[in-house]
């Protein structure tokens, strides 16, 4: 059986240590986090391995990964490289936006290096355990590294793909668009709903169902057939006075409102292919 280090335990390297320790073709081995206390409450979830404190006290291993925030790769790559007691194995990230050459002082040293993203919202990792099936799984790095996770988390249930270094900003940046905005459109949305005085309950009661409705419209017409107001349907003077009014409000939200109008009327106005 394979094993594989974790270097990291926040949400995305729970849920894949889980998934990991599920597989019964991996067993997850040594576990490096910021302070023992979290090694071992990310342990707890995951099911198994072992907390160490210091890289150095970390085994070898077959598969690495360093689940740790973009501007940590490079750091704990570059340390990682230094431990000498350490045979060269496969090491990947989980980067959505870097390429695997940050990952170069280990390759410098005979290691296969990767990156591999799930384009998966990982806010609770129990949540993402249960969404996982099927997630497009983003590939880039090393041919033999890439033949190894590409089976490995094929196995684990993803959709891989392959990348170029070079686009994943704007592959990462079109999940940021996908995911991590919604929840602030919705908070302005919020917002502006109790500023007019409309009541806590009800505020709450569109978020459920008028998100709701939208995203049974978006996957059921897809994104130009699913767009409505008075952006898409070209009431341009309707736009500009309601953009006025958000911007008097909070200026950046205006901003926002009129560059989203801009997309939103261009989309309207888009041939179909």
């Keep these: 059986m394979k094993t594989i280090n974790l270097v990291g335990g926040g949400r995305v ?3 894949l240590g889980r998934l990991l320790a599920q597989d019964g073709q991996v067993r997850v081995q040594d576990l490096l986090t910021r302070s023992q206390a979290s090694a ?3 342990l707890a979830f995951i099911g198994s391995g072992r ?20 501007g940590q790769i490079a750091p704990v790559a570059a340390a990682l490289a230094t431990c000498s007691s350490l045979p060269p194995a496969t090491v990947f990230h989980a980067s959505g936006a870097l390429g ?23 806010a609770s990792p129990a949540l993402a355990l249960q969404q996982f099936a099927g997630t497009p799984c983003a590939l880039e790095g090393d041919a033999q590294a890439l ?11 993803a959709q891989c793909f392959d990348v170029r270094a070079q686009d994943k900003m704007l592959y990462h940046a079109g999940a940021i668009f996908a995911t991590n905005f919604l929840p602030v459109l919705q908070d302005l949305a919020e917002q502006l709903w109790q500023q007019t ?26 994104p130009q057939a699913a767009l409505t107001g008075p952006a898409a349907r070209g009431d341009l003077a309707l736009v500009a ?19 989203l109008s801009a997309l939103a009327r261009s989309l309207a106005q888009r041939q179909h292919p």
């Excluded at 160490?52 to 973009?70: C, F, I, K, S, T």
């Excluded at 006075?241 to 009129?258: E, K, L, M, R």
Aim: hydrophobic content about 45%; aromatic content about 6%; glycine content about 8%.
């Design 100 to 122: 695997s050459e940050l990952l170069h002082p280990l390759r410098e040293k005979g290691w296969q290096v990767a990156s591999a993203h799930c384009l998966l919202s990982f």
């Design 51 to 70: 907390a160490v404190g210091n890289m150095q006290h970390m085994r070898p291993a077959d598969l690495w990964l360093l689940a740790v925030p973009d």
């Design 241 to 259: 006075a309601q953009g006025q009014a958000v911007q008097q409000w909070d200026s950046t939200a205006g901003q926002a409102y009129q560059a």
């Design 40 to 42: 071992e409450q990310a």
């Design 147 to 157: 033949a190894e996770l590409r089976a490995l988390f094929t196995r684990l249930g």
């Design 197 to 222: 005085g409309m009541p806590l309950p009800m505020v709450q009661h569109l978020r459920a169902s008028l998100l709701h409705n939208a995203v049974n419209n978006l996957i059921a017409l897809g």
């Design 13 to 15: 390297g729970q849920t």
